[in-house]
């Protein structure tokens, strides 16, 4: 499995819809994308402003056709100006679990 995380610091100003926007891409990634098994958005504890992205995709190839989704898009589109300072991102190669006990999340 391939993982993406995402560290995303927002502009105070544009927490509310961010978020909204946010949601909206996450749940279409697991909605409409047979590959995309997991999307967690997670608040940062001690920054209100902070959220953490975590994906897992069964490939890295449908992580590069998470990106021409149009929930993505609209994303990218939405929330270009909100940003406090560039996304953080990360990628790996799951080593634990193994792929075989990987489902997709509800």
Known sequence: MFAVMV????K?????????AMLDDAR??????RACLLFNVVQ????????????VYASAGAFEEHKETS????WV???????????EIATGV??????????KQA
């Open 12 to 20: 105070p100003e544009y927490r509310k819809d961010f978020v909204e």
């Open 44 to 55: 940062d504890s001690e920054n209100e402003n902070c959220l953490h992205l975590y994906e």
């Open 28 to 33: 279409g990634s697991v909605q409409n994308e």
């Open 71 to 74: 929930h993505f898009i609209r």
């Open 77 to 87: 589109e939405t929330t270009k100006n909100w940003f406090a300072s560039p996304l």
């Open 7 to 10: 560290n995303v610091h927002i």
């Open 94 to 103: 799951h080593l634990f679990p193994a792929d075989a006990v990987w489902k």
